[in-house]
């Protein structure tokens, strides 16, 4: 069931929407964007008014209305547009998230701006902000390398989400004002350009630190002494991280879906280190084999559309999950030429599209434990295909 919510946001009851109960978030955009990814599109250049939400409560802040004056719903707000007004309007109305994606180059002041969880994305546009002590988290996501901070007073945790382009590696960028926090979060790619763990060096005081995705240079992280919780996910290659006891004061630490031979070592030592010292909660899980990471998220066929692509990944994990099991050279070439026969009932193969498919055959190849040579597979693909 729907509940039917009036909104001025531009103008007495400009806005009418129609939102399942129980939702406590809320998507602002702009006219010129998808109205399926938002529940309110507002013109372009419009001043919202953000008082219209002083009336608007949740379940439980309808019935402590004294303890919320500016109302308390939406909790969560997404919002893609360029009125900074809502920076002013959250220095009295106290706000769970709020993620924030400016279209156009901008300059805001979040020094008295009450937002527990402050989300800002750059699609490759200079933002400039100042911030005090009234945000505890921060999440600077796109492209870093566009943003400049002009003052921290308070916050510690920092979250970074870069979109890394084609170079060898990849560098944060100086970040002023934060060499001092606390707890440091940054997520790429596993299968993207790598991050220079170098570039972590301008965090020295860093204790919490977790890491997801591709990673290089990792032997500079000892440089991190005061480094008491490590976690490391969905890292393809971990092999110049540093030993455990290196880090004096670790009392946490957790790897999962990492790289399987760093992984085996890296349980060895976590016991060892359980012995030496009173550990919080740590665990190595979910080691992997180095081709995993890339049938997981190399698929070919993510670059295909419609209603193909989706068929062509499924029948690739379906394969994936048959080769895991084969355990003779005989049982690999039937998966691959099952699978290979499958694209000659889809139409209209072309040749990038079929050098998709080859590439698939190429990645599938590695996944049994049995080694197959890649003329081998080729030759299977070939005498199967009628594409």
Known sequence: MNKEIHLSLTSKNSHKIFLPLGQGSLAIGTMDMDKKLFDVLVEENAKINWDAFNTHFTGHGEQNKDKHLYGDWPRFFYYSGDDIGFTKWTEKRHTEDFSWTPQNPVSANFTKSYIRNLKIHSNNT?????????????????????????????????????????????????????????????????????????????????????????????????????????????????????????????????????????????????????????????????????????????????????????????????????????????????????????????????TTEREYIAEAVNQLRQVPMIKIDTNKTSQWFDECREY
């Open 126 to 350: 200079t933002i400039k902000i100042k911030l005090g002590k009234t945000i505890t988290n921060l999440t600077l996501s796109g492209t870093i390398e566009k943003f400049s901070i002009q003052s921290n007073d308070g916050i510690t945790s920092l979250n970074l989400q870069p979109n890394i382009l084609e170079k060898e590696t990849y560098q944060v960028p100086k970040i002023p004002h934060f060499e001092n926090i606390s707890s440091l979060d940054i997520t790429t790619k596993p299968l993207g350009q790598p991050l220079d763990c170098k570039s972590l060096l301008q965090f020295r005081k860093v204790t919490n630190l977790s890491l997801s995705g591709n990673l290089t240079n990792l032997v500079y992280l000892q440089h991190l002494d005061k480094l008491k919780r490590l976690a490391i996910r969905y890292a393809p290659n971990l092999t110049d991280l540093p030993a455990l006891q290196e880090w004096k004061s670790l009392i946490s630490f957790i790897a999962w879906n990492v790289e399987e031979s760093k992984g085996k070592l890296l349980r060895k030592e976590l016991k060892n280190l359980a012995r030496e010292r009173q550990l919080e909660y740590s665990s190595v899980s979910q080691l992997r084999k180095t081709i995993w990471f890339t049938t997981e998220y190399g698929i070919p066929f993510f670059a295909w559309t419609g209603k193909q692509a989706k068929l062509a990944v499924k029948i690739y994990k379906a394969t994936v999950k048959k080769l895991q099991k084969a355990k003779t050279e005989t049982e690999i070439k039937y998966f691959i030429q099952e699978f290979t026969k499958t694209f000659n009932d889809f139409a209209n193969i072309e």
